[in-house]
């Protein structure tokens, strides 16, 4: 199995661009993770969703953020309009039970 | 207060040394997690325990649900353990995964 795919590894954009993450957990794991890292405040959820609805939200940091599974193979973090303060890496994890496969992230920038 | 603590927030030893990180949480849990952060930045998970300890090669996790307290502990270390190792409780009961709190992390560094 290829493991949690993420696309872009990084990304460069500037404030007020909208910013898309994109996310295929491992094929069968029924939960996927949305975190996002920053040396400040470590690692944080931001959204898990399970059988592809979502369950929690609450680390979703304002309005300016959306998530959305439209199906078990795929998954989408939207950021509209970004801003410099948004810069972290976003990581996506998958799984099936309790243990968590995490993507190898997706180094944000805005400038 | 941060609800899970870790200690030490970094670590230097020698190869070979039998190394202790600490983890203590205050909320309710039903699962406690410790990850691996490679330098590089992957994250790689290598326990969950709810209770008791669990061993892989050099590496055994712990805990005590009474004391709200869990240990790593790496024996006869190597560079190659260099990371960021990072404890997250996931405080859903009933047994089901969720939303995981997770401590700042214990930079390890193990010299040659």
């Known amino acids: 199995d290829a493991g949690v795919i993420q696309s872009p590894r990084h990304e460069v954009t500037e404030m007020g661009q909208e910013v898309t993450l994109r996310c295929k957990p491992i094929s069968g794991h029924n939960s996927l993770f949305w975190y996002r890292q920053t040396m400040m405040r470590g690692l944080e959820l931001l959204i898990y969703f399970n059988n592809n609805v979502p369950i929690d939200d609450s680390g979703m940091p304002e309005d300016r953020f959306s998530a959305k599974m439209p199906n ?15 810069s972290a890496v976003y990581f996506c994890a998958s799984s099936l039970r309790y243990t968590q496969y995490f993507g190898p992230g997706t180094r944000l920038t805005v400038l | 207060k941060n609800e899970v603590e870790q200690s030490p927030q970094n670590l230097t030893a020698q190869e070979g040394e039998f190394i202790t990180i600490n983890c203590s949480y205050s909320v309710g849990i039903s699962a406690l997690h410790w990850l691996q952060q490679h330098p590089g930045g992957g994250i790689v998970s290598l326990f969950m325990l709810s209770s008791g300890k669990k061993k892989h090669g050099r590496l055994i996790a712990t805990i005590n649900i009474q004391e709200k307290h869990s240990s790593l502990h790496i024996t006869a270390s190597h560079p190659r353990d260099s990371a960021v190792y990072i404890c997250a409780v996931d405080s859903n009961y009933g047994g089901s995964q969720g939303n995981l709190i997770f401590g700042k992390g214990t930079k390890l560094s193990v010299k040659p």
């Open chain 1, 72 to 86: 078990a193979s795929f998954s989408t973090l939207k950021i509209q309009p970004s801003e410099p303060r948004d």
